[in-house]
């Protein structure tokens, strides 16, 4: 079983400042079967990035993702108001089929 | 634009029956694969099920195996979930999502509850 783990579980930050979240697997996950999304309260979660680097539709460049194997890591390059919520890896591959990460809160400092 | 949208949750029982819908739009229904995946209240996203396009395929996590039921109508564009046999343990909002490998349009979700 692969298992996903987010860190840090919680950060603490302002608008304007860089932010990159860290997603390990406890085995390799192909780069082609790892996913980040964003969910705000209340709100279903929205994909941002798949296979690994790839923004999904509609996207806004200060996004981005990166890694292979085991250590991934999701960019937001300036917070913005609107960027304070939870964030959450996928992967997909070996049973359980589909993974979640525990998922990383990003909060108003 | 794509849509899904959920129904069916509630209140039930523990040991009771519920059957989720998921009506999609906006999209070629029968072309893509559809999963099924819930949230407890205040915990993370729990992958639940999937579907292939025809039905033919379906995978489910092991906590659901033989109590819950994916399946689909790619006549009327929809999705269902039927649960039976269920606990405490099942009460979260379940979301009905677009493909299975990447989760790329996602429904409101509809919330179950089990209770007594």
């Known amino acids: 079983e692969i298992v996903l783990t987010q860190s840090p579980g919680t950060l603490s930050l302002s608008p304007g400042e860089r932010v990159t979240l860290s997603c390990r697997a406890s085995?390799?996950?192909?780069?082609?079967?790892l996913a980040w999304y964003q969910q705000k309260p209340g709100q279903a979660p929205r994909l941002l990035i798949y296979?690994?680097?790839s923004r999904a539709t509609g996207i806004p460049d200060r996004f981005s993702g990166s890694g292979s194997g085991t250590d991934f890591t999701l960019t937001i390059s300036r917070l913005e108001p609107e960027d304070f919520a939870v964030y959450y890896c996928?992967?997909?591959?070996?049973?359980?089929?589909?993974?979640f990460g525990q998922g990383t809160k990003v909060e108003v400092k | 634009q794509v849509q899904l949208v959920e129904s069916g949750g509630g209140l039930v029982k523990p040991g009771g029956s519920l059957r989720l819908s998921c009506a999609a739009s906006?999209?070629?229904?029968?072309?893509?694969?559809m999963s099924w995946i819930r949230q407890a209240p205040g915990k993370g996203l729990e992958w639940v099920s999937y579907?292939?396009?025809?039905?033919?395929?379906?995978f489910y996590t092991d906590s659901v195996k033989g109590r819950f039921t994916i399946s689909r109508d790619n006549a009327k564009n929809s999705l269902f979930l039927q649960m039976n046999s269920l606990r405490a343990e099942d009460t979260a909002v379940y979301y009905c999502?677009?493909?299975?490998?990447?989760?790329?349009?996602w429904g409101q979700g509809t919330l179950v509850t089990v209770s007594s």
């Open positions: 999502a677009k493909d299975y490998t990447v989760l790329d349009y």
């Open positions: 996928q992967q997909f591959g070996s049973s359980p089929r589909v993974t």
């Open positions: 906006g999209f070629t229904f029968s072309d893509y694969y």
């Open positions: 579907i292939s396009s025809s039905g033919s395929i379906i």
């Open positions: 085995q390799s996950v192909s780069s082609s079967y």
């Open positions: 296979d690994a680097s």
